[in-house]
């Protein structure tokens, strides 16, 4: 991939594996929020760190589509695929277990997990935020995803997230 650094890769990796996907508005690429995500994480988090940007662009596609962890393994090392698998919910599990089992490796899983996380709450709250039957779903995903940064708090870029996610309440 000559001179290519690790976030661009991610973006066409994750850009083919979302192909044909679309937003919940049913007009917009899927992949604008993988992008939007990492953009967050560089620009509003003001985060540099390689392995979060990159897992950032990455974070759905083990959910979302045919990819699997060891594909991302393969292509970008275990840091990264480790941070996307811990934003992966276990889909085979019944819906009333996932929640909570998402919330555990979450918690256990890599700090750019974690951050990730905050930073899809912060995306999803902006883009979906017009869609009213989704605020108080939108109201309850950035409440567990401070929680799960609490133990973070203490890095500089988890004390800009929180606030930046806390400040569109």
């Not at 560089?42 to 990819?67: G, K, S």
């Not at 017009?130 to 799960?148: G, Q, T, Y």
């Amino acid at each position: 991939m000559g001179n290519s650094s690790v976030w661009q890769r991610a973006a066409s990796f994750a850009a083919r594996a979302h192909m044909g996907q679309l937003r919940k508005d049913e007009t917009t690429p899927y992949i604008a929020h993988p992008f939007r995500v990492a953009m967050v994480i560089r620009h509003v988090f003001d985060c540099d760190d390689e392995v979060a940007i990159a897992a950032a662009m990455l974070h759905d596609t083990i959910e979302d589509t045919p990819v699997d962890y060891d594909d991302i393994a393969k292509a970008f090392g275990d840091a990264v695929a480790d941070a996307v698998a811990a934003m992966s919910k276990n889909m085979v599990m019944p819906e009333t277990q996932r929640e909570a089992d998402y919330d555990a490796r979450l918690a256990a899983g890599p700090w750019q997990g974690r951050l990730i996380k905050l930073a899809d709450v912060y995306d999803n709250t902006t883009d979906l935020a017009p869609d009213k039957s989704m605020a108080d779903r939108l109201r309850v995903r950035r409440a567990r995803a401070i929680e799960l940064a609490q133990n973070d708090a203490d890095m500089p870029v988890f004390a800009r997230a929180i606030s930046a996610v806390r400040a569109l309440d």
